[in-house]
């Protein structure tokens, strides 16, 4: 799981980009610390925090709104992609 790419792009607009290495606390070591308190299963998704391009730290600044898709790529393993809906 080093020096994987992660992609996140709002309706086909790349927002972040980083690789795994630049993390702070390697993949490994994240499995291993949730694993002591959590029963990880295939799927589960652990978060990590955000790298640079956040919309609200963009000139101007970028907020997401119903009917925008926000797509996160990893290279190697796949995408996980969701359509935002209105709160109701």
């Known amino acids: 799981p080093h020096a994987l790419e992660i992609t996140t792009t709002l309706n086909g607009k790349v927002m972040q980009s980083v ?6 606390h390697g993949v490994p070591q994240m499995i291993s610390y949730f694993s002591q308190w959590y029963k990880l ?5 652990i ?3 955000s ?3 956040v919309g609200f730290g963009r000139d101007p600044k970028v907020f ?3 009917g925008d898709l926000i797509e996160v790529d990893i290279s190697k393993i796949g995408k996980l992609s969701n ?3 209105a709160q109701n």
């Open 83 to 85: 359509t935002l809906v």
């Open 19 to 24: 690789k795994t290495d630049d993390m702070v």
């Open 64 to 66: 997401m709104k119903a």
């Open 47 to 49: 978060t990590t925090g």
């Open 41 to 45: 299963q295939p799927g589960d998704m």
């Open 51 to 53: 790298p640079p391009g």
